[in-house]
C-alpha cells in the first residue's frame, strides 16, 4: 500500500515538474535582452531617424528578443562619461564621434588629421582598406562595431574670411575641450586655440573671446553660429566621423543565431546615413547662404599653401599627436589613390 502511495506521489510530482518546464518554456524563450545604446545627436536628425529605424527593425528580427532602447540628445552624459558607462555595462551601446573613437582605439584620430583626406572619394578609399583593421582594433578592446558612418566635413567658421594658414593664425579659434588631439595639433602648427564648450561658443564669438571655430556646418546651421561667423572657408578640413559601439558582454548574451542580421541592419543604417548627412550638409550651407553666410573659395596657389604648410609640420604632427604608422598607411593609400585617379 505504502509502495502504491510512494509511486503515485512520485508520479504527481513528475507531472506536476513536466507542466512547470513546460509553463517556463515559453517564458525562457521570450527572454528580453535590453540593450540600451546612448547618443549625443538629437532624434529628429538622420542619425536620430536610422537609429529609431535601426530599433524597431532588429525587434522584428528577432522576435521581440532584443529590444534597443535609445537614449537620444546627449541625455546619458559627454562621450568620456557615455565611455565609463559602457565600460561598466550601465549602457550596452553608443555612438561616438572621432574623438570618442580614439579614445578607444588611437589609430583612429588619423582619420582627423588636418587636410590629410580632402574629400568623400578619399575617404571612401582610406575606409575601404583600413575599415576590418579598425573594427579588429575596437574588438580587441572590448568593443564589437555595429556601424561607421560619415557625418560630414569639419570646416572653419569666422568673422573674417580664411583663405591661408597665415589668415588663419591671426584669429582666435575655438575649440571642443574634449579634442585634446586637436587642439594640440593647431597649437603645434602656431594657431591660437580657445578651448570652449558647446553652450559657450555663440556668446564667445559675439564678445569676441573666439573669432572662428572649426565645426561641421550641419551642427554650425542648426546652432545659429553663422549669424556671428558669417564667413565659411570651402577648405575641408577633417572628416566628421561617427562610430556605432556595443561592448563584447551585451554581445556575447545575444544569441548567434541573430548576429548576422543585426549586424547587416546595422550596415544598411550606416549607408542610410551616409547618404543623408551628404544632402542634409549640402541644404545646410545652402540655407546659410541664403541668410548672409559668406563662402570663401582658396584658390589652388593658396589651397598650395595649407599643404605646404602641414607639410613643415609633419614632424610634430606624426607621432607625436597622430600614430605616426596609421597616419603612413592612410598616405600611402591616398598617394595611390591620387595617381590613379
Known sequence: MNTIKMKKKGLCAAIALIMLLAAAGPLCA???ITIKL???VPENTPWGVALNRMATEWAQVTNGEVELVIYHNGVAGTEAEVLRKLRMNQIQAAIFTTSGLSSITPDVMSLSYPLLIRNDAELEAVLAQLKSELNGKMEQN???TLAWAKA?????FSRIPVFTPNDMRTQKLGTNPEDLKMIQAF????????PLSLGDVLVALNGGMVDAIYQSPIAVAANQYFGVARNMSTINLAPFMGGI????TAWRRIPDRYKEQLLAISKQVESDIDNSISRLEADAISTMARYGLVINSPSPAQMQEWYDDLARHERDLAGPIFSREFYQKINAILADFRRNN
Do not use: D, E, P
Open 142 to 144: 572590448g568593443f564589437v
Open 187 to 194: 597649437r603645434a602648427m602656431g594657431y591660437q586655440m580657445v
Open 38 to 40: 546612448a547618443s549625443l
Open 152 to 156: 560630414g566635413w569639419v570646416k572653419i
Open 30 to 32: 521570450q527572454r528580453k
Open 245 to 248: 559601439l556595443m561592448n563584447q
